[in-house]
């Protein structure tokens, strides 16, 4: 179960990012559980959607437990961030980023609890439910996933989410973090964004409202639903269950580690 879903390759990546346990002064105390262990039973959460309480953890040789307070600790850490770049700067360096184009969307999902960074859903009768904002390159690799209440205009995180992208190392150059062209939908449409995005350096292509067809950029912005799709695949996403919106932008930081690591695969094969 644990070479399942935590292989050797990607254990490999995520081994060296993981925090120093912290030892007790007086030494002692109970064995520490595997971290390859609660990892595997993690990955497997995010793929299979169950809740904690259904989780098969005696599988991997853990406790329900120890798996919660192992992802509550890497998640404070930001260790999920550190994975996501760390694949990113292997894709780029073996030219799996293609950073003439970047599309930028979003999915809005229920939310099962009420918690922080949750907002009535206009599309779902003002149920409670976040949004899932992706900004993914040419082909379809997420270069980096927020969340917001489902209520929130996209146009608000679509700075956020440039910002957000780290510098990418790649094989020479400078590291890189802006593409060179921007593609959105007319929920994007704002004469400030397009100024804002070109300031930056990003040649710009927004659908304009009343002017254009929804269906002209679609040549570009397939991607992007196809990005989504992959994201969505990790059953997870699929409900918030999470009252904490960190732990709920944890599993989407996973959906996304897990596509780029299966992109890696193939790039590098």
Not at 151 to 177: H, K, M, Q
Not at 203 to 225: C, D, F, Y
Request: a positive charge; one cysteine or more.
């Amino acid at each position: 179960m644990i070479q399942t879903w935590a292989p050797d390759d990607f254990w490999e990546v995520v081994r060296p990012l993981l925090p120093v346990p912290v030892k007790r002064p007086q030494g002692g105390g109970k064995r520490r559980a595997d971290d390859r262990a609660c990892l595997a039973a993690i990955v497997y959460m995010v793929q299979a959607g169950c809740s904690w309480r259904k989780l098969p953890a005696a599988f991997f040789g853990v406790s329900r437990a120890t798996v919660h307070r192992r992802f509550t600790q890497w998640t404070d850490f930001g260790l999920w961030e550190r994975v996501h770049h760390e694949l990113l700067v292997r894709l780029n360096v073996a030219g799996g980023i293609d950073w003439s184009r970047a599309v930028v969307d979003s999915i809005s999902v229920r939310a099962l609890k009420r918690g922080n960074l949750t907002g009535p859903n206009p599309v779902d009768r003002g149920k409670p439910g976040s949004k899932i904002h992706i900004l993914c390159d040419r082909r379809g690799i997420p270069l980096t996933v927020l969340i917001s209440a489902a209520n929130t205009p996209d146009a608000e995180l679509l700075f956020p989410l440039l910002e957000s992208v780290a510098p990418i190392r790649a094989r020479r150059g400078r590291p890189r973090r802006r593409p060179e062209k921007l593609h959105a939908d007319k929920a994007y449409d704002h004469k400030a964004i397009r100024a804002e995005v070109r300031r930056r350096g990003i040649l710009v292509r927004i659908a304009r409202k009343g002017v254009e067809s929804s269906q002209r950029l679609g040549r570009h912005r397939w991607i992007v639903e196809s990005a989504l799709s992959w994201l969505m695949n990790n059953r997870r996403l699929a409900r918030r269950y999470e009252r904490k919106s960190e732990h709920f932008q944890a599993f989407a930081d996973l959906a996304a580690i897990l596509v780029c690591y299966h992109r890696l695969g193939k790039v590098t094969n």
